[in-house]
């Protein structure tokens, strides 16, 4: 009889070890796809403002002129560009390791690029005359 008893207490460890850790698992691939569907997000928006940007900017003649923060409109433009090949590499790293990466970390990344966005809009909204 002990061993019987003993034995449902292994199956119920092992149930509720393999419940949760499917829970965890499930958790991180909602984050992950999160992730990547703001990780597309921003770099649509991230091509747009360049785009913005860049027409602005030949249409006025202010490529070289002071934008925001100390940076001319060329400048600005460059550094989207850099920042488009560090997203590249960050959505790599989440395709190849996103299922290893803690939720902390899946976090960290989704808030990242949700102020990301934030920010591009407060760019897009500076141009003179854009709306």
Known sequence: MEWLALAV???????????????????VLE??????????????????LMV??????REHNVLD??????????????MLQEYRIKL???????????????ASELESHIQRLSDNLNQFNFIRNRLPGYW
Not at 17 to 26: E, G, N, S, V
């Open 9 to 27: 207490a292994v199956i119920g460890t092992w149930a509720a070890l393999a419940a949760h850790r499917y829970t965890q698992q499930k958790d």
């Open 31 to 48: 984050k992950k796809g999160r992730l990547l569907d703001l990780h597309g997000r921003n770099v649509v928006e991230m091509e747009r």
């Open 65 to 78: 002129e002071h934008f925001m923060q100390g940076l001319t409109y060329r400048e600005s433009i460059d």
């Open 88 to 102: 590249m590499e960050v959505k790599q790293s989440i395709v190849d390791h996103g299922e290893q990466m803690p």
């Open 52 to 57: 913005d940007l860049d027409t602005f900017a």
